[in-house]
């Protein structure tokens, strides 16, 4: 891998951001791309209060956020055990959407003649069919994948008009959840201007 995993880590620290709490969105109090929900999960009661609510999101460290997408964004879902070159996406990915992220792999897995249950689970099968599939498209399967990540984001924003400002901005161009899905997809499949305009023009 050209980068560590605690790189990769970093990088979606980095590309999270700091505190929000959007009503739009239903993460909820967030930080460093950390839910109010994974915390909670994790009984991550940092102000010792009892409970853990927006105020224990907001003491939250980058490097506590770190070590929690390391061992239950990575190493406790499986993705290392994913063809290398796959990783750095499905993990960005898993941050953003959870179980949604392997959803979509298994989803391509199938589109690729390698049948897997679509579970967001990845075990023994899916392991093993995306490594065969990797094999059979070495150039090609990390920008399907960044690409089927895209369409994702695209079909949430078509079903629900609030989730749109995450795909396009005020000014009409590329909103957040593309050019983080296109980070991961080489240049020549990136959407032109007049190609993004035209697959959000039914939004209007």
């Given at each position: 891998m050209a980068q560590s995993v605690r790189q990769m880590?970093?990088?979606?620290?980095?590309?999270?951001?700091?505190?929000?709490?959007?009503p739009d969105d239903p993460g909820g109090a967030t930080k460093y791309g950390v839910t109010i929900h994974t915390m909670r999960s994790l009984g991550l009661d940092l102000d010792g209060d009892?409970?853990?609510?927006?105020?224990?999101v907001k003491r939250l460290s980058r490097e506590q956020a770190v070590e929690i997408f390391l061992q239950h964004y990575f190493l406790r879902p499986?993705?290392?055990?994913?063809?290398?070159?796959?990783?750095?996406?499905?993990?960005?990915?898993?941050?953003?959407?959870?179980?949604n992220a392997v959803k979509i792999l298994q989803r391509l897995l199938n589109d690729m003649?390698?049948?897997?249950?679509?579970?967001?689970?990845?075990?023994?099968?899916?392991?093993?069919?995306?490594?065969?599939a990797f094999a059979k498209a070495p150039s090609h399967m990390v920008d399907a994948y960044g690409i089927a990540r895209r369409n994702y984001y695209f079909g949430i924003a078509d079903r629900?008009?609030?989730?749109?400002?995450?795909?396009?901005?005020?000014?009409?161009?590329?909103?957040?959840?593309?050019k983080r899905a296109e980070e991961f997809i080489s240049p020549r499949y990136h959407m032109t201007d007049a190609e993004f305009a035209a697959r959000v023009a039914v939004w209007g």
């Open positions: 880590a970093e990088e979606i620290v980095a590309r999270e951001g700091g505190y929000v709490n959007d009892g409970t853990v609510t927006a105020a224990d499986r993705i290392a055990e994913l063809p290398a070159p796959l990783q750095g996406s499905v993990f960005d990915m898993y941050v953003n959407a959870g179980s003649d390698e049948p897997v249950t679509v579970d967001g689970a990845i075990g023994p099968r899916t392991i093993a069919a995306a490594a065969r629900r008009p609030a989730s749109r400002k995450y795909a396009r901005t005020r000014a009409g161009g590329k909103g957040g959840w593309i």
